[in-house]
């Protein structure tokens, strides 16, 4: 099915949806786009799931937020719940990167009649150091940098990327054609200075509370240093019954292999199925 739009406060949200089944929801993460959660890797669908991705408010081919402050997880979630809504799937497995994996997180303890099962990919926030100063200048210079100078403006920002030297090559060319796919940059501008700054939940043992079959995918700190195993870990020690899934030494993190992370959301749609 081709694209279509689903309006929420004042916002279009662009989506896709593909296959037949058990629903899946994919949530990528800030400024990311729905292309970027299992790169491409069409083995859900083949599957026999049903598999839902949009764009977040102001992001790919979605519309900005009226007002530049509206980037908060509580207007991502309640995006999450009109995508659900609008395409009239009551309960889901929803499947998240970072900025994604929290909006879930957030739902599944707000509404946890919605979700059926949860993948937690490269979670970062932490309540404990996530209003740190100079955590929050450092997105704010991200912030400066892409409404100023556009991709170019954002990579000077961000500077060598902390990585492997054979991999930083990758990852710039990742960054250049993942922000090359947004059609509004300012808008992105805008979330990278809210989203960091807002809390989806307020420690990490309230997570405790989740009850649903949960898949943690923590990838190590050399290849991903912005997203800590540590986080990772400790989101799969409070969640009751939460695995914990990691990268093979050697090999690039699962959560940067569309394949094998779709074998792992399929694991969690058959547990919930269960």
Do not use: C
Not at 99 to 128: C, K, N, W
């Amino acid at each position: 099915m081709g694209e279509r739009l689903i309006e929420h406060d004042g916002v279009s949200l662009a989506l896709e949806e593909a296959g037949s089944g058990v629903p899946i929801v994919l949530l990528h993460g800030l400024t990311a786009t729905r292309r970027y959660v299992v790169m491409g890797s069409k083995l859900l669908e083949r599957s026999g799931h049903r598999v839902i991705t949009y764009d977040a408010r102001g992001h790919g081919r979605s519309s900005p937020a009226a007002e530049r402050r509206q980037y908060e997880y509580e207007d991502l979630v309640g995006d999450l719940e009109a995508v659900l809504d609008g395409l009239g799937v009551e309960r889901a497995v929803l499947a998240g990167a970072s900025m994604g994996a929290h909006t879930l997180l957030q739902l599944a303890l707000e509404r946890p009649e919605r979700t059926a099962g949860l993948v937690v990919i490269t979670p970062a926030f932490d309540p404990s150091t996530n209003d740190e100063t100079d955590r929050l200048a450092r997105w704010d210079a991200l912030s400066d940098g892409l409404r100023r100078g556009g991709i170019d403006g954002f990579l000077a920002a961000q500077g060598e990327p902390s990585v492997r030297p054979e991999w930083r090559e990758t990852v710039v060319k990742v960054i250049r054609q993942r922000l090359a796919l947004h059609d509004h940059l300012d808008a992105v501008a805008d979330a990278l200075g809210v989203v960091p700054r807002s809390h989806p939940f307020e420690s990490i043992d309230a997570l405790s509370a989740i009850s649903v079959p949960v898949a943690i995918v923590a990838s190590d700190d050399e290849p991903d240093p912005e997203h800590p195993r540590a986080v990772g870990e400790a989101y799969a020690e409070a969640i009751p019954g939460a695995e914990l899934v990691t990268d093979e030494p050697g090999r690039s993190p699962i959560a940067w292999q569309g394949s094998q992370l779709s074998r792992v959301i399929a694991k969690v749609a058959e547990r919930a199925g269960a």
